[in-house]
């Protein structure tokens, strides 16, 4: 179709890979192949042989206003799910970096592009940074659960510039800033203390919180991260033991949208609503089906969820990366708040790095035309002043 009005067209295509695995942790199809899913929005009128490219781990992407909003302004934009489309709940991280190298090596290789420019959207964020960093750095050569994942191997291509927009830093620390802290049994989310849940009318600690609490809170959550950790790694070990190496366990993670923020706008203060969160209602969304990590297997708490074993740690990512970087946070984001924005740019280990702020925005543009071609024409700007358009 070439009529007048369309600006860009989009193109569905498959990405098949081979990734031979003594067990399969994705649904459906042969042993060791699978295919991802993505689209090429193609301008009709592109004015560049760049190409922008966004994952996320989980995806679901590839209709939000910036994607489209970026093709209509005549940049090839390229939208590829991971091989855990919608469900995380055994999501390998590395294995994502491995799916995001081979969308890479596609717009290079099928559709030549001449540069890649990495868009880390919100959980896609850390992931880009992560898969940056072993780009180009390649070390990891096992997951945290220690099964064999060689990424030296893979001879991932670098990007030639990346953009951080409404990013957070990891989903393990994400996770464990969210998690509820007043859960004491796993098995029994009822038991919590008192002192400790946020949604509990008759706790003596109410918003807005005092730093005294604020600090017990935040204790209590990484403490709960670490127990998780410790119980996955002795089930595994368990495994392992008795003769079944390649076995998994499901479990449910209860609990994990309770973070202060959600309550207390005060906290990382930016623009968003009180007791509101990206998914609804926090109290609501806290043992609702769609929380963080609320479906689990042991490699993958490792993988993506454990604070102290994720390698997937934007931080730590950020800070060997050598491509100039373009951080942009939404002053009204109910997701990924301001102290994010500011420790993935501080993070960054170069100077040739930006940070700007799009006011009155949310975590996802909806219904925010101004805001949108702001954010639009700031990332045009910044590819064209670096020379990657």
């Known amino acids: ?216 809170y935040r204790k209590a959550q990484i403490a709960r991260n670490r127990k998780i950790t410790a119980w996955v790694k002795d089930k595994l070990a368990n495994l392992k033991n008795n003769g079944r190496p390649n076995d998994e366990f499901a479990f449910i993670v209860h609990g994990t949208m309770a973070d202060p923020r959600w309550l207390d706008p005060t906290i990382d203060a930016n623009d968003r609503k009180p007791r509101w969160c990206y998914l609804g209602d926090p109290e609501v969304v806290n043992n609702g089906p769609v929380g963080l990590a609320r479906f689990c297997t042991l490699r993958s708490w490792l993988s993506q969820w454990s604070y102290d074993d994720s390698n997937a740690d934007g931080l730590h990512c950020a800070k060997s990366i050598t491509i100039p970087a373009l951080v942009i946070g939404n002053s009204a984001d109910d997701a990924c708040t301001p102290s994010h924005t500011s420790r993935i740019f501080d993070a960054i280990g170069h100077n040739d790095k930006e940070k700007h702020e799009i006011q009155g925005a949310t975590h996802y543009y909806f219904g925010q035309a101004e805001q949108l071609s702001e954010v639009v024409k700031l990332c045009g700007d910044w590819l064209q002043r670096k020379n990657l358009i």
């Open 1 to 216: 179709m070439t009529n007048k009005k369309k600006a860009y067209e989009r193109i569905p295509f498959l990405i098949f890979y081979q990734d031979k695995s003594p067990f399969k942790e994705t649904y459906g199809g042969p042993m060791d192949f699978g295919a991802l899913k993505a689209h090429l929005l193609r301008p009709i009128k592109p004015i560049t042989n760049s190409v922008i490219v966004f994952m996320h781990p989980v995806g679901g992407g590839e209709y939000l206003p910036m994607v489209t909003e970026l093709a209509k302004a005549g940049y090839p934009v390229i939208y590829c799910q991971s091989r855990y489309p919608d469900n995380d709940s055994a999501l390998i991280m590395e294995k994502v970096v491995i799916d995001l190298g081979n969308c890479i090596r596609q717009a290079k290789e099928k559709f030549n592009y001449d540069k890649v420019i990495l868009a880390g959207w919100s959980g896609g964020g850390s992931l880009s940074m992560f898969y940056q960093n072993q780009a180009e750095n390649p070390t990891i050569t096992h997951t945290p659960a220690g099964d064999p994942i060689d990424l030296p191997l893979q001879e991932l291509i670098p990007a030639d510039g990346i953009m951080m927009l409404a990013a957070h830093i990891s989903r393990a620390h994400t996770l464990t800033e969210w998690i509820d802290a007043s859960i004491l049994n796993e098995q029994d989310p009822s038991q919590r203390d008192p002192e400790l849940d946020l949604y509990n009318p008759e706790n003596p600690n109410q918003a807005p919180y005092s730093s005294e609490f604020i600090d017990r």
